[in-house]
């Protein structure tokens, strides 16, 4: 059975945000996604468009190579 829920981990603990239905001493397996970071907004356009020249040259100075190995699905979305 799959639930997903969400906790706050606080003081060394997971403290669930809503109530879940499970036998006591249930062992489960916690996968820790962490919080979303949004960076930080950059409001002059001058720097966003340095910052985008800046992102395409360094793609322009590592591009994939053509014969590089091609990852399936399966590969992608690994699961356990």
């Not at 603990?13 to 919080?35: A, W």
């Amino acid at each position: 059975m799959i639930q997903q829920v969400r906790a706050i981990y606080r003081k060394g603990t997971f403290v669930l945000q809503e109530p879940i239905v499970l036998p006591e001493e249930s062992e489960v397996e916690l996968i820790v996604q962490g919080p979303l970071v949004l960076p930080p907004r950059i409001t002059d356009p001058l720097e966003r468009e340095r910052l985008w020249r800046d992102i395409f040259e360094r793609m322009d100075q590592n591009p994939i190579p053509a014969d590089a190995p091609r990852f399936t699905r399966e590969q992608l979305h690994e699961r356990r």
